[in-house]
């Protein structure tokens, strides 16, 4: 969608808290620092509620705050309304934009009624056929921390791309303790690559965060490096998190 470093890694990652297993989704606020090839560039926050409706919203909003970033006014914001139903993530609109150069919106509305998926703005602006479990770009992140709380083997989901409809691969890629701002934390690294391709994007969920991701890794293919890491995490249910110093 975006080929500007600053914003890969945080369009292709950053799961949400995972649900608990009677799918009681809890509410909350995360924050993570932003850098490019170790430089500060800017903040990444991620917000997950539920509406008077009984739907839910998860918002997430980039902004570059350092460098020249900075000076170009460089913003994302992305938002996806969805509802939980018998076990099932159904997506209901999400919207994307983007301030700066090269400035774009994009919203999807999704129609399961008439099984249509109706996109406005972006490269393709058609309507598409909706198939079984289909996500959109900040939903299957929440799905992918449900599938590690579960224990589900197959992490791969089908998701719906400026017009296309692609299935993302993930894999699990062994464990490691990550120092954070929050504690050191035992987190389980998660990967997504590209076939024939030298990008990739790198996830620490944290299982004592109901696998929330705490650090976040993109490199792209001229080797540079965008990173997140978690500065902050509120709860407003259930309690506030135990976290381990």
Same mark, same amino acid.
Not at 234 to 240: A, D, F, G, L, V
């Given at each position: 969608?975006?080929?500007?470093?600053?914003?890969?890694?945080?369009?292709?990652?950053?799961?949400?808290?995972?649900?608990? &297993? $009677?799918? #009681? #989704?809890?509410?909350?606020?995360?924050?993570?620092?932003?850098?490019?090839?170790?430089s500060? &560039?800017?903040t990444?926050?991620r917000?997950?509620?539920?509406d008077?409706?009984?739907s839910y919203?998860f918002?997430?909003?980039?902004?570059a705050?350092?460098?020249w970033y +900075?000076l170009?006014?460089l &913003?994302? =914001?992305e938002? +996806?309304? /969805?509802t939980?139903?018998?076990?099932?993530?159904?997506?209901?609109?999400?919207?994307y934009?983007?301030?700066?150069?090269g %400035?774009?919106?994009?919203?999807? $509305?999704?129609? /399961?009624?008439?099984?249509?998926?109706r996109?406005? %703005?972006?490269?393709h602006? @058609?309507?598409?056929?909706l #198939?079984?479990?289909l996500?959109? @770009?900040?939903?299957?992140?929440?799905?992918?921390?449900?599938?590690?709380?579960?224990?589900?083997?197959?992490l791969?989901? #089908?998701v719906?791309e400026?017009?296309?409809?692609?299935?993302?691969?993930?894999?699990?890629?062994?464990?490691?303790?990550?120092?954070?701002?929050?504690?050191?934390l035992?987190?389980?690294?998660i $990967?997504?690559?590209k076939?024939?391709?030298?990008?990739m994007?790198t996830?620490?969920?944290?299982?004592?965060?109901?696998?929330?991701?705490?650090?976040?890794?993109?490199?792209?293919?001229? %080797?540079? =490096?965008?990173s997140?890491?978690?500065?902050?995490l509120?709860?407003?249910?259930?309690?506030?998190l135990?976290?381990?110093?």
């Open positions: 969608m975006l080929r500007h470093p600053f914003f890969t890694l945080l369009l292709a990652a950053a799961p949400l808290i995972a649900a608990a &297993a $009677e799918d #009681v #989704v809890p509410e909350y606020t995360a924050t993570y620092a932003v850098a490019l090839d170790n500060p &560039a800017g990444l926050v917000t997950l509620r539920r008077a409706g009984g919203l918002e997430s909003e980039t902004k705050t350092q460098g +900075s170009l006014g &913003a994302i =914001q938002k +996806s309304a /969805w939980l139903e018998a076990g099932q993530l159904r997506p209901l609109n999400y919207s934009q983007q301030s700066g150069p %400035g774009r919106d994009l919203t999807m $509305e999704f129609d /399961w009624q008439k099984g249509t998926l996109q406005h %703005g972006g490269k602006e @058609r309507d598409t056929p #198939v079984p479990h996500l959109d @770009r900040l939903l299957y992140q929440y799905a992918l921390t449900r599938d590690l709380t579960s224990g589900n083997p197959v791969d989901y #089908v719906a400026d017009g296309k409809i692609k299935t993302y691969h993930l894999r699990r890629a062994g464990g490691e303790t990550l120092a954070t701002p929050l504690g050191n035992e987190t389980i690294r $990967e997504r690559r076939e024939d391709s030298k990008r994007t996830l620490w969920c944290a299982p004592a965060l109901h696998y929330l991701p705490v650090r976040l890794d993109h490199i792209e293919k001229n %080797g540079q =490096q965008t997140a890491l978690i500065q902050s509120s709860t407003m249910e259930p309690p506030p135990a976290i381990g110093k």
